[in-house]
């Protein structure tokens, strides 16, 4: 019985995997996605909260999340699917000095990676979202080209486009092992055959580390758990995607908008991190944000809660993406430890790869590969991790 051979093999079928093989499959290059789930973007993809940002102190990140936001904000002018893409901003509010300060010296290296940034005094923060608490307000940073959109819808966007253009999925299949000759990739070993390749893309999300070990390789990625939550639909009342980033018993940072259909959906950083893969969610999840939210909003304390889930953010040591080609086995790419990012980072590294794979690399992408390099000390921690 003959090996069916493809291209590249992309391992899972998720915020990364997705677009990168659409943009493959449009310079005519066959990948195969293979995926543990049923239907693309079952994993973590499905768990994220949709909001867009380049905001960040890492330039590798505001470069990567730029053409990200370039590529949802003209989807559906492009491609002709809807995905829900509001630009709607996002702002990070200060009510302390320690707060303003942080956020003032980040805009340096943000205004210079090309960010549409500014700071917003007390009065114009509050022009912008009248519904925020006065008290204590200091202001806060502001990047009006920020949005969100629909992470199912977008999704299937990708997963229909990559379709149509030869891409091919198998699901329901687990990858359990790579095959190599002469420190060479040569396949993809999974539960139900094998298929021969030259290049595989390690896209596992959380469970990047056990497809990297199968490679012979490590991948320092840690999951943990982020619960997240949205309320009923209401009339618009507010833009940007609002974060605090105060720590508080229970969690380092609160972050939270309101969607296109109307509903306000919510996110909370953990502190100390819940490290597993446990996806089941808690009871006492909603209390804490609620509290936070209600504290910087008043007006949300009327609001009722739909439901609330639990997602998988794959953390590396330092809170940036790994993505690179390993040294030790040609043929073999990570694109991973995407740290809960991995929805609005994803179309950026799909064009990234895309152009790696097709010898297209330009200066810009070089410096990017550099700053994520999974041979890089792994020093320090991205500051809006």
Known sequence: MSTDTFDVVIVGAGSVGLPTALFLAEQGITPLVIDQFASAGQGSNKAAIGGIRATHSSPAKIHLCLESLRIFSSWQQ?????????QGGYTFVAYREKEERALKDLLKVQQRAGLNISWLERDE??????????EGLRGGTYSPEDGSASPMMTAHAFYRRAVEKGAQF???ERVTGLMRRRGMVVGVRTDKGGYATETVINAGGPWAKAVANMAGLDAPVVPDSHEAGITEPVAPFMTPMVVDIRPAEGSTNYYFYQHKPGGVV????????IVGTDRRETSTYLPMIAR???GLMPKLANIKVRRTWRGLYPMTPDGSPIIGRARELEGYIHAVGMCGQGYMLG?????LLTRMLTDQETDADAITLKELSPYRAFAGAEALK
Request: aromatic share 10%; glycine share 8%.
């Open 347 to 351: 179309p950026g590294v799909g064009r």
């Open 125 to 134: 923060m509050r022009a912008l979202v009248p519904a925020l608490s006065t």
């Open 292 to 294: 936070r939210m209600v």
């Open 266 to 273: 919510f996110c909370i950083t953990p502190d100390p991190p």
């Open 78 to 86: 492009t491609y002709g699917d809807e995905i829900e893409w509001a």
């Open 170 to 172: 198998r699901f329901q």
